[in-house]
């Protein structure tokens, strides 16, 4: 059953199309992906499903059987006073006012015995159990864990960062029971590890998903299908962003062959009908323009977009040695947040660093940036080393100058120059005399990427540089930095942009930094193998202790047999002996008898001595088992 489907929906902001003929369906449980340029409408697309934005033709269905639900950048939340543990607590409130009753019952059961409050417990608790209430904490604990909001329970949501707000309200939809999530860049404040949670969540999630992101292995590894919005139009194609990009491939080539096909038959209908237009063969001719109208004509599959050109060019090489970082430390509000830090980076090195969020990331990067103050440490920069910053914050930018004004960074450009360069990012004619606080955040990118070209630097330091650009822009700054000469230190959550462009990977945490040689496939691949080792490990330690206590348990219960027969043939002789002292012959024989009575206590004193033995192996013998 379909619990969205778009018919022949068309969409137009004044004079300009924004979708052309859009139709779709999304059905219960499958997980899809929305991709294309910034700008071409994917917004516009899920805000006529949410009902803000009207449609000029078509028709829109929306199951209203089924629960929909939306993270959307703006953040709505019951109360900003709340902690963030009572904020999530909210999205089971009916299941909290039930708990609430059903504590209150059991309070008043103990004081009076009335039937009626017997009867109301027992509806409660079915409920309760009706709606898995009993797991209500292990469901809230698994999705703040996930989202890394174990340090933030008790914080006030009034105090926490966008970033922070953002999780809080991912949280609070992945916990609630809905046909349809509709997820617009869910991976944006989110660091590695929770993107990969994330994956795992969506993955099981017993719904559907419509899912907008930028990070292709994210897309890869949770949608079943893509839509792509290009050219007004929307295609939907089956399988992951890998799946896509192949299909997608596939079906231009085929368009272009039947587009070529096509136009070679025109051609050669109207150069017939050229020559022929007068003569003995105008009336064929005119036969053939007659065909040449009725044909429905294709349109060129080769749709050009226009893409920003990028190519880092350093002035100069640097020498061998780029950087050395000695033991830096940074503390805010006397939270340790960088504990001696040491690290040195060569020339031609690409080191992606990661980690939690919170573990200093972007503090070091702006520390190495000389943007902020270290509490004690020395950053040292190698000779012939002209280093760029790129911040995710955009925090270069000057909001009060406009396009031209930014990037004239020297006396050097012309006009002409900068608006060229302008164009080369696609900035038009109409877009210079824009105000810096007016552009968008993939707008600012390309005016701060912009300003990095013209330092050609040979090293760059760049914090998330992907935010806030698409899957085909970050294709392009992916290929400028793998085809840059200089050195690279960079912070991003964007898993395919790490593989692509780093040789080295720096994990950091409270422990400092520690240091893996290879990209971040190649470094998950290594955890993965240690922890396969260290299973394989704890298997091979578990067969051979197991192997040596077989061996000892044959050994002890060999003893202890050893021991139970010793002990049978003490009491034997004990029996013979005893007869013997009370035998007629040896009554009065007092030498006799008190050969005898030694030997009986000799015989007690080993029986004891082996009951103790016995007993110790007998002890030995249960643990061993027991720990079995």
């Known amino acids: 059953m379909d619990i969205v489907q778009f018919n022949n929906v068309n969409k137009s902001f004044l004079d300009k199309t924004i979708l052309r003929n859009i139709s779709f369906n999304i059905s219960e449980k499958e997980k899809v992906g929305l991709v294309g340029l910034n700008g071409v409408g994917k917004s516009t697309l899920i805000n006529i499903l949410k009902g803000i934005e009207r449609i000029d033709s078509g028709s829109v269905f929306v199951n209203n059987k089924k629960n929909i639900a939306y993270l959307d950048q703006e953040h709505s939340f019951s109360d900003e006073n709340n902690t963030v543990y009572e904020e999530i607590k909210t999205v089971f409130s009916y ?34 159990l009706a709606v898995d209430g009993y797991n209500l904490e292990t469901k809230i604990n ?66 559907a ?62 150069e017939y009908i050229e020559r022929n237009r007068a003569g003995r063969m105008a009336a064929q ?78 503090t070091l990067l702006k520390i190495i940036a000389d943007k902020l103050k270290k509490d004690s440490g020395e950053i040292k920069l190698g000779n012939r080393v002209i280093m760029s910053y790129f911040s995710q914050n955009n925090e270069s930018l000057n909001n009060n100058n406009n396009l031209i004004e930014e990037i004239n960074t020297s006396i050097n450009y012309i006009e002409e120059d900068l608006r060229r360069l302008l164009a080369a990012f696609l900035f038009s004619a109409e877009d210079i005399e824009k105000k810096i606080s007016s552009l968008s955040g993939g707008e ?104 040596e206590n077989l061996k000892k348990i044959s050994k002890l219960k060999k003893s202890i047999s050893d021991f139970e027969n010793r002990v049978k043939k003490i009491n034997e002789e004990k029996e013979k002996l005893n007869k013997l002292m009370f035998d007629s012959n040896n009554s009065h024989n007092l030498t006799r008898l008190n050969e005898l009575q030694d030997k009986i206590t000799k015989l007690d004193e080993e029986e004891l001595t082996i009951l103790e033995e016995w007993e110790k192996m007998s002890d ?9």
């Open 285 to 362: 001719a005119k036969g053939r323009e007659k065909i040449l109208n009725r044909i429905d004509r294709l349109d060129d599959p080769i749709f050009n977009i226009k893409r920003m050109k990028l190519r880092f060019n350093p002035k100069y090489d640097s020498n061998e040695n780029v950087l050395e970082v000695a033991h830096i430390s940074k503390s805010f509000d006397n939270e340790k947040i960088l504990n001696d830090i040491s690290f040195k980076l060569y020339k031609g090195e690409k080191v992606g660093i990661i980690g939690k969020n919170g573990s200093g990331k972007s």
């Open 142 to 207: 698994k999705v703040i864990m996930g989202l890394q909001l174990d340090s933030l329970k008790s914080s006030i949501i009034s105090n926490l960062s966008g970033g922070e707000k953002t999780r809080l309200s991912l949280a609070k939809l992945l916990l609630t029971e809905k046909d349809l999530l509709i997820l617009d860049e869910p991976t944006n404040h989110l660091d590695l590890a929770s993107i990969e949670w994330l994956e795992g969540f969506l993955s099981k999630f017993n719904g």
């Open 444 to 547: 600012k990118v390309r005016i701060s990427l912009i300003k990095m070209l013209q330092q050609e630097a040979n090293f760059l330091i760049l914090d998330e540089p992907t935010n806030h650009l698409d899957i085909y822009s970050i294709e392009i700054l992916e290929n400028a930095l793998e085809e840059f000469s200089g050195s690279i230190l960079l912070v991003s959550h964007n898993r395919h942009f790490i593989d692509s462009i780093c040789n080295t990977i720096y994990v950091l945490d409270e422990n400092g930094l520690t240091e893996f040689k290879g990209n971040y496939d190649e470094y998950k691949k290594s955890l993965e193998r240690e922890k396969e080792d260290t299973k394989n490990s704890v298997g091979r330690d578990n067969y051979i202790k197991q192997k």
């Open 209 to 270: 998903v419509l899912l907008i992101s930028h990070d292709r292995v994210f897309l890869d590894n949770v949608c079943s299908s893509i839509m792509e919005i290009e050219n007004k139009e929307l295609i939907k194609y089956k399988g992951n962003f890998s799946d896509f990009i192949i299909q997608k491939e596939m079906i231009i080539k085929g368009k272009l062959k039947a587009f070529e096909k096509e136009q070679d038959r025109i051609k050669k209908l109207e």
């Open 95 to 128: 299941e909290y006012s039930v708990l609430n009753r059903i504590q209150e019952l059991n309070a008043l059961i103990e004081i009076k015995k009335d039937e009626s409050l017997y009867s109301e417990l027992e509806k409660l608790n079915n409920a309760f």
């Open 620 to 628: 030995e013998l249960e643990n061993i088992n027991d720990e079995a």
